[in-house]
């Protein structure tokens, strides 16, 4: 398979704080990235995506930043809630066909 | 609209036995991928498939099959079961093929090997 298998990493964020998972993409003809966020039980859930030609990109409460140099991506989460807590993924594609994801970063919001 | 729909949801299976999960693209959405989920390997892509045709697959023995129909409803089969099938298996839709498009998963079905 082309995603790597992984024990998920772990970030625990006080209730109310920001949050920031970051994620490292491989191919670096990789033009198009989506954050997915999946509760336990749920498939993944669309949360905001970025082209190549952006640096950064906002959503309600969520932000996206890409670092092409580095071939770096990371989600923010603005004032975090015990409803964000979820696993996230990131996809990377180049366009033509498959996604490839990341292996995840767990968030656990503490109360 | 409807989001992508995915049945059964839950499945025991035992080992050698075949199985077919199904799934339905949101309204409009042409574009058909499956994906298993495990603990160990992540979410790997296993194939998508628009306007009937297979246009990639992943890295998956032969096994693992499916196809589409003209409704874009699409099915996937994995014959002579292991062990190791068990996994969540998703499906996403999007309305094209080859385009920087999001895709949405659906809830997935959960396949138990025994």
């Known amino acids: 398979g082309e995603s790597v298998g992984l024990h998920l990493p772990t970030l625990s964020v006080q209730e109310g704080d920001n949050s920031i998972i970051n994620c490292a993409y491989s191919n670096s003809a990789s033009d198009y990235f989506i954050w997915y966020k999946q509760e336990s039980g749920k498939g993944p859930q669309f949360i905001i995506d970025i082209r190549s030609n952006m640096d950064k990109r906002q959503g309600q409460r969520v932000t996206v930043l890409l670092n092409k140099t580095v071939k770096h991506l990371s989600l923010q989460i603005a004032a975090t809630q015990p409803g964000d807590s979820a696993v996230y993924f990131c996809a990377e594609t180049s366009g033509t066909y498959k996604y490839i994801f990341g292996t995840g970063t767990r968030l656990k919001v503490l109360a | 609209k409807a989001g992508v729909t995915q049945t059964p949801r839950y499945l025991i299976k035992t080992r050698g036995q075949q199985v077919t999960l199904s799934c339905s693209p949101i309204s409009g959405h042409r574009s058909v991928s499956w994906y298993q989920q495990t603990p160990g390997q992540g979410l790997q892509f296993l194939f998508e498939y628009f306007s009937e045709t297979q246009r990639n697959k992943g890295n998956f023995p032969g096994r693992f099959s499916g196809r589409q129909f003209s409704n874009s409803r699409s099915e996937m089969n994995v014959s002579t079961l292991e062990l190791g099938d068990s996994a969540l298996y998703l499906c996403?839709?999007?309305?094209?093929?080859?385009?920087?498009?999001?895709?949405?998963f659906g809830p997935g079905t959960r396949l138990l090997v025994l």
């Open positions: 996403a839709s999007k309305p094209l093929a080859g385009k920087q498009e999001t895709q949405y």
